[in-house]
């Protein structure tokens, strides 16, 4: 079996946002709409105080509580663990959007661009009108890894099948791959440290894993 996971090493993410822009570029998300976010954060008291930064998107739950609600079966867990959404089935009744514990799903019920009523280059080649009035999130660059299949490439190791906002990433904080293959570069990094999943306590399984120290 195949089942992609995202890692994120919490010790090298500097808080860029370049996968943020990443995702903003690669989907042509309308304003206010944001994927992939990256949160900052405080912790600690005067004088031992840490500033951490977490990013977050649709953790691609192997349980997803967004499924279970879904009137129309719109939203769909695969096999290779990616949760998809079918614009054409979807009737943004926003019930997934209030299930969902990470806050990743949104609904925009008009066309809206960067700047104005014109799109700008990115916006003009990626925007899709099938998301208007639907749910949408990420999608963990789902035509990237459909494209795998195609081509024999391997998503997290060769840019062309991998997530956007992996491929940007500065420092490389995050990596991508098939959690049952031991010799992908994710099954490593998670062999060697100690880590965790968000709201694992909800029994979503999110496919997200947040590193935070060696093993």
Not at 55 to 78: D, F, G, L
Not at 87 to 97: L, M, W
Request: net charge negative.
């Amino acid at each position: 079996m195949t089942r992609y996971v995202m890692a994120i090493d919490l010790r090298r993410c500097v808080g860029c946002q370049t996968c943020t822009a990443a995702c903003k570029n690669a989907n042509a998300t309308p304003p206010g709409v944001q994927w992939r976010r990256v949160l900052d954060m405080e912790t600690g008291e005067f004088p031992d105080v840490r500033r951490s930064f977490v990013p977050v998107a649709c953790m691609h739950c192997n349980n997803p509580p967004c499924e279970e609600v879904c009137p129309t079966s719109a939203t769909k867990k695969r096999a290779d663990g990616l949760v998809t959404i079918d614009y054409d089935v979807c009737i943004g009744c926003a019930n997934c959007v209030m299930a969902c514990p990470y806050e990743a799903r949104s609904i925009v019920h008009d066309v809206r661009f960067a700047y104005g009523d014109k799109p700008i280059a990115s916006e003009a080649v990626r925007f899709d009108p099938a998301r208007i009035a639907v749910s949408m999130k990420c999608t963990f660059c789902v035509e990237r890894i459909d494209l795998a299949a195609q081509t024999g490439q391997i998503p997290g190791r060769d840019p062309e099948v991998t997530p956007a906002c992996v491929n940007s990433c500065i420092s490389g904080a995050m990596a991508f791959g098939d959690i049952d293959d031991p010799d992908s570069k994710v099954s490593r990094l998670l062999a060697e440290t100690q880590h965790f999943r968000m709201h694992e306590e909800l029994g979503t399984e999110p496919s997200v894993y947040y590193i935070w120290d060696k093993g």
